[in-house]
T-cell receptor, first 115, second 113 residues
């Protein structure tokens, strides 16, 4: 089975802090994604990566950056955390274009609170 | 811009009932459609994926259908159980390039014993 592991289930940080959310997948997937999920708004894409060191902005990239130095790991960075970034963050991975029929697999999520 | 809608937002049924969850999308030019389950406070579990060339997929008590021309998909759950209680999300992939999914806001299902 595919395993997507997010480093923290719950995280509490203060405004202005730099926050790192980590995600690791064990299936050698080329694509990795970061979403946030908010009540009434559903899931929205922040960033995705289709290869090591490659990244593309999603629908709501403002205030975030990402890092993919190794194929299995995709990090989401909140440069200067703000209260409106309090949310559930979900990481996902999938095969590349050549096998793009394959489903996306999600981690258990990180519930982040910014105080 | 592709939009995905799920109606109803919430559904309550007694155990044993067969039920249908609905998903509609505005642009029929999709690459595939995926159904997920989400338990409270947890991540998403993939249930079924239907390619644009397919009409349905089945897994156990679950059957998902796809009608691209009308922009609709349904998830049929047979003989519902309390353990089926969760939020069900559908999502469409709009092109072959490895971009992300566009999600509906989900239907929250409650099955009472």
């Amino acid at each position: 089975d595919v395993k997507v592991t997010q480093s923290s289930r719950y995280l509490v940080k203060r405004t202005g802090e730099k926050v790192f959310l980590e995600c690791v997948q064990d299936m050698d997937h080329e694509n990795m994604f970061w979403y946030r999920q908010d009540p009434g708004l559903g899931l929205r894409l922040i960033y995705f990566s289709y290869d090591v060191k490659m990244k593309e902005k999603g629908d709501i990239p403002e205030g975030y950056s990402v890092s993919r130095e190794k194929k299995e790991r995709f990090s989401l960075i909140l440069e200067s955390a703000s209260t409106n970034q309090t949310s559930m963050y979900l990481c996902a991975s999938s095969w590349s274009i050549s096998r793009s029929g394959q489903p996306q697999h999600f981690g258990d999520g990180t519930r982040l609170s910014i105080l | 811009k592709q939009e995905v809608t799920q109606i109803p937002a919430a559904l309550s049924v007694p155990e044993g009932e067969n039920l249908v969850l609905n998903c509609s999308f505005t642009d029929s030019a999709i690459y595939n459609l995926q159904w997920f389950r989400q338990d409270p406070g947890k991540g998403l579990t993939s249930l079924l994926l239907i390619q644009s060339s397919q009409r349905e997929q089945t897994s156990g008590r679950l059957n998902a259908s796809l009608d691209k021309s009308s922009g609709r998909s349904t998830l049929y759950i047979a003989a519902s159980q309390p353990g089926d209680s969760a939020t069900y999300l559908c999502a469409v992939k709009t092109d072959q390039a490895g971009t992300a999914l566009i999600f509906g806001k989900g239907t929250t299902l409650s099955v009472s014993s």
